[in-house]
């Protein structure tokens, strides 16, 4: 049979998901073991594995779809190895049958970015949006307009194509946001060479993309993020016209633009690309 994976946290289990665990005892091993299978309603022969972490441990249950035995519960460290963390088991891991393996790849990573964007403060409730294009597809990955990002799994995110009809609706019974996609469709369709799209209403930046002069090159950071474009702010991005112009003012080359009295926005390749892109972003604005 598959192997089930949880982590097991000192409350004793934080919830996954929507699926609320009562509280276990810490008896032993195989208790727990026995108290997981009973209160997931798996299987007896199902081999559970228990991964202990603490609550300052960062964790991302990649697959939340109804479980049964061919389905697998992961759950590890989506940042650095440190004592205690929780390190990624190493085994294959199964795609949702609504898709492919290589898109599951980009769901999970996608998520994680989600998560990291949480952990680093820089999500603003349900509001903002990182996006991912399926290779080989006129498809994107964006998040459901309703969850928020502490919540986001790989299963959840949203399937949509360049005209914003929804192709996979994910695991929750939310739409998108129109403003989201408003603004990924237009780089999406206008820069190819862009995979991943990312924006997000960070204080520092925000301050920064209603400055006159923008972000100033005065730190490192700012030099390693090069050149940055800006749009002017046209009230809320929901309107379809206003597409031509955000793919214009980016530019052929350009990878991060200041959306003016709004936000940031980065893009990239890959989603580590665009993540990066962000991180240095937001630290430069953050320095003075």
Known sequence: ???CYFAFFSDPFRKLRKRAVPPLSRKSLVGLQQAVAEAFGLPSNLPIGIFEASLNDYVL?????EVHSSIRYLVYDVLPERPGAISQPSFA???HPAWSQEEQQLREQLAAAYRLFHFY???????NHLTVRIPGTPHFLINPFGLLFSEMTASSLVKIDLDGNIVHPGSTEFGINQAGFVIHSAIHKGRQDLH???HCHATAGTAVSCMKQGLMPLTQNAAIVGKVS???FEGLAIRLGERERLV???????KIMFLRNHGLLTAGATIPEAFLGMLYLTRSCEMP
């Not at 214009?248 to 350009?254: A, K, M, S, V």
């Open 121 to 127: 403060r820089w999500d603003d409730i349900i509001y």
């Open 248 to 254: 214009e003012h980016l530019g052929p080359t350009n």
């Open 1 to 3: 049979p598959e192997v």
């Open 93 to 95: 891991r199964t795609a």
């Open 61 to 65: 249950v990649e697959h939340d779809h």
């Open 230 to 232: 800006y749009h002017d």
């Open 196 to 198: 991943c799209i990312m």
